[in-house]
Structure formats: C-alpha cells, structure tokens
C-alpha cells in the first residue's frame, strides 16, 4: 500500500514538474523576444543571419527544451517510485469509459458509471497520460481498498476492515492527545446499560479526560461508494447514516450514560476495569466523530442532515476527517486554543448561512479572524463563504515538502505576551485552567493587550507596595475575569479572594467567572493559580449594597485623578450606564 501511495505521488510530482518546467520554458521565450525583438521575423523570413547573442540565446533555449521531462507537460514516465505496473493498473485505454456515453437514458450524465475515479491515466500507443492528477491521490484510498478486496475478499471481510477500523480509532485518539498533553486516554471500552430491566453490552471507540472536559470518540472508517461520489441520493444518505448519523447516536448514548450514573465504569473486552468517571467532575462533553473518508461538504454542513431527520438532538457533534484532525493537531500550540476553536467550530452548526469547502476553512478563519460568525452575519448578505482562507496553510505545507522556497506556520492571532500568559496558566495545575486559558483569548485585540499591560502594571505594583492589586474583564455578560496579584499566602486567603471575584461575579452577572491569582517573587516572576466561580450568586440586598460601595470608590477614584466624565461617557464607576444616569446626576 505504501509503494502504491508512493507511486500516486510521484504520478503527481511528473505532472507538476512537466507543467512548472513548460511554464519556465514560456518565460524564457518571454524574455528572449523582450531582448531581441526581430527574432521571430529573422527566423520566419530566414532573410536575415543571426546575430552571435541571438544565435546563443537561442541555443540555450532549445537545450532546455530538449532536457525537460516529456514532451507534454501531462505525460507519466515509469520509474523506481512509479513502476510500469502501477502506471498500468491505474490506465485506461480510449474506448475503455464507452459506457459513460452510451447510457440510453442519460448518455454521458455526470452521475453515469465511469473508470476515470479508478483509471485516470490514458494509455495510448505504449505512453501514459494524465490529465488531471488530482484524481489519483483523491480516490487513492478507494483504489486501494477495492484493490484488496479484489485480490483477498476473505482477508478483506475478516480482519482488513477490522484492522482499518482500529487504526483509525488510534490515530484519532493520538491526535487528539497531541492538542491535549497529559491527558488520559482509552480505546476500545465497553459499559452496560439497562434498558428494560435487560443488561446490554455497549462499546464506546475512545474516551479522552483532560482537565474538566470529557471527548468521547467515535471513528468511522467506512468509504462512501462511487454511486453516492455521483450524487446517487439513497447511497449517499445510506453512508451518512452509517458513518456520521450513528456515531453521533453512539457518542451521545455514551454521554447519556456518563450522565445518568454516579459512577459510569468503562472496561475492556475481556470485562477488566479500565476507568471510572464522574459526570459531575467535567464542565463539559464533546462528542467526537472522525472519519476516514473526506465528503467534506457533507461534514461540515451538519446543519443539512438535520433538515433531512438525521442528527436528532438539541447539540451537535464535531464530525472530523482524520487527515484534517492531523493537520489542526499539527497547527493548534495550546490546549486552550484547540478548546476554543472547537466551541466556536461547533457553534458554527447552527449558522447555516456560511458556506465552507472543508473542515481547514473554518480553522484558518478561526487563526486569523476568532470564527466569531454571529459578527460577520450584522450586514445585508443571506450567504457567505469563505474563499482563500487556506492559501498560507497550503504554502505552509508545500515548504514542508520542499515544494517552495519559503512558508511560516499560521498561528492562532494573539500577541506573545499573551500566549505566554495563557500557556502560563494552563500549566499551573490547577482544575479548569485549560478553560480559564480559552476564554481570555475570546476577548477582543483591544482588551487583551489591555490586560497584558494590566498584568505587568498589577505585579509591578505589588512588589513595589506589598498591597494586594487586581484587574477585571467582563466578557459581555457572558463570563468575567479578576486577575490579582497579593504578596500574601494566596491558599490562606483563598475565602477573601473567592469573596471579592464572587462579588465581580455578580456585579457583571456572569454565570461563569475566573480569579487568577498571582504571587510576584523579588525576581520579578510569579507563582500563579486559579479558580472557577461557577453559577452566578442569587440576588441580594447585602449584595446589591457592597456592589454599590465599589461602585462609589471607583468613582471617587477617577474623580480624584483630576478627570470629570462628559454627561454622556461612561460613568468611571463602571455600572454601564451614562456619567448623567449614574453618579453624575
């Protein structure tokens, strides 16, 4: 398989090369009658001798055009990589697709049966042409698969397809481990379930723990078959059953165990216990489902399956081709980073209006512009695509593969300092500190270079005074974070501090609200923990009262500076109101 992978590359190196070498060649003769502008007439007319530089010139060229790789950019030539029975069993001859013409009903329809997926190379008089490359390496897979099955259906039926199928599972729990370092994960678990007073035995791919987020894994390694690559409308909604409508049914029943026990006990297939969790213990549950086959404009419109019955249920699952797992586990540095783009990737589901090629779209959207969809959609469009997303990740990979000369890896849009503060955060240990990392990149550029700036200035001034310092952000309402740095035993005043981010919490309004604590050193560096607030405190009186002091103090803080608000800025006490509704009136 590895040599017949091999050889579909170097099919599609051959033809690349015959069209890059034809290109240079059409430059040369560009420039040859910019240097010389009579040439062609000389030579037409053959009334004129050359001169010594245009005879040169002219030499040059044809001994390049003599040394290129075949006459036609689109020829194959046999070599140590493509042997002549690779090129031969991947060739058709003229005559061989008659059928695609010959349909009664629908001669040469697009959807007809056609060798060209399996046999894209023509052969003609003992020479080999291809004329669209990207063919081989496209329906590579299928090729191969059908391959085996011709030569070994016995082997393919009993132990090819399960092979295959614990590969995949593998390599998707491997990449996902690599976006989520220290994780725990687990392949090939089994739990019991009731359903009707009867045990039943039910098998989940693969489980991943990490921080206070579950995945549970689902891997399909089934292949959409040629009639449903036609468009043929039963095929192809048989196989998105099957690969994509069943995984998530597989995947959710997993969750709904988890949730539905105190204790949900996973074991392998010989019935040993292999892991024990906790609903309780996770914020959330992802439900993953990763394919071998990329219909990629299948998986990334959920939203479509659903409008045809399938994919039943209030959330939606991340339905992900292996191969664009590996490339997003390649690009993704940090495990909150990877955490945010899959609540954004998810979300996206239920804006149907965006119209994607693949999975890699919406992660160059997610590096350069956050996926923040809902923003893009204020304006007088009913559909939008996003075009042109992957040019630096394809160059990216071309210079991996020495395709071209130079291509930086994308990175996620946030400033070093920033990166460096999140990664600081995330290695601290503590529960839900992958979470607190992701959300401090969903703000705006603006208020995270004010909280870098605001961090520095905190722990500056701490070590200056030895007072306890702090910043805040509030994310819409949705979440909020106080960052404060103290010299003091931060665990002993652990209660005090959760009162103060408490009292944030509430002010804001925030369901969710993160206090990251910094212990500066004489050094300038900092010791740093975290703690999640979850479920914003109920109204109270005593409440509403403290928060109106801070209110005050605030305002006679910025007050004190010298500064008088305009009537209609917003009051410096930070209730979100105007300066004329609130402390100035």
Sequence with gaps: AKEC????????????????????????????????????????????????????ALEELMTYRQEMHAESPFEARANDKLTAALLDKVSSAWGDNSAFLDSPKWPGWPTNPTVVTEKPV????????????????????????????????????????????????????????????????????????????????????????????????????????????????????????????????QAKRAREFVGSVEQADFFDERGNKVVSVRGSDFRAMYLVNVTLDCEERILTHLNSLRACSLLKGEDWPWTVFINDLRVISEILESPGEFLLYLDRRIRANDIPQFAVFDE?????????????????????????????????????????????????????????????????????????????????????????????????????????????????????????????????????????????????????????????????????EYDLMVKVLRGCPDSSPNLDRRVQEVRDLRYKRSISSGTEPERNDRCPCKSGKKYKKCHGA
């Design 5 to 56: 992978l091999d050889g579909f590359v170097e099919l599609g190196a051959q033809i690349n090369k015959g069209f890059a070498q034809m290109i240079a060649f059409a430059g040369q003769i560009r420039e040859l009658l910019a240097r010389y502008p009579d040439l062609l007439t000389k030579i037409n007319e053959e009334s004129a001798g050359l001169s010594s530089g245009e005879s040169q």
């Design 122 to 249: 023509i052969r003609h008089e003992g020479r080999h042409f291809c004329f669209v490359p990207q063919v081989v390496l496209r329906n590579a897979l299928e090729t191969l698969d059908g391959w085996i099955k011709e030569s070994d259906k016995e082997y393919y039926d009993n132990k090819y397809q399960k092979a295959r199928g614990s590969v995949l599972e593998r390599l998707a729990l491997e990449h996902l481990s690599a976006l989520l370092p220290g994780c725990q994960r687990h392949q090939g678990l089994f739990y019991t379930t009731i359903d009707r007073g009867v045990a039943i035995r039910t098998e989940l791919d693969g489980l991943i723990l990490f921080d206070d987020v579950l995945f549970l894994v689902e891997a399909k390694s089934g292949l959409f078959s040629r009639p449903a690559r036609r468009g043929a409308a039963e095929r192809v909604k048989k196989h998105v059953q099957e690969l994509v409508d069943d995984s998530y049914r």
């Design 360 to 524: 890699l779209d919406y992660l160059m959207h997610f590096l350069r512009d956050g996926l923040f969809l809902e923003d893009v959609l204020h304006g007088e469009y009913d559909r939008i695509g996003l075009s042109g997303y992957t040019e630096l990740l394809d160059r990216y990979y071309d210079f991996k593969a020495d395709l071209v000369s130079s291509g930086e890896k994308p990175r996620f849009a946030i400033g070093e300092p920033l990166r460096a503060f999140v990664r600081r955060i995330e290695a601290c240990g503590c529960k839900g500190a992958s979470g607190v990392g992701a959300r401090l990149m969903m703000y705006d550029a603006s208020e995270r270079d004010t909280a870098v700036f605001q961090i520095q200035r905190i722990v500056s001034d701490c070590l200056a005074d030895g007072k306890q310092h702090d910043v805040t952000l509030a994310g819409n309402g949705r979440h909020g974070i106080a960052i404060v740095a103290i010299r003091e035993n931060a665990s002993r005043l652990m209660p005090q501090l959760e009162d103060f981010a408490r009292l944030r919490q509430y002010e804001v309004g925030a369901p969710i609200y993160d206090l990251v604590i910094l212990q500066p050193k004489s050094n300038g």
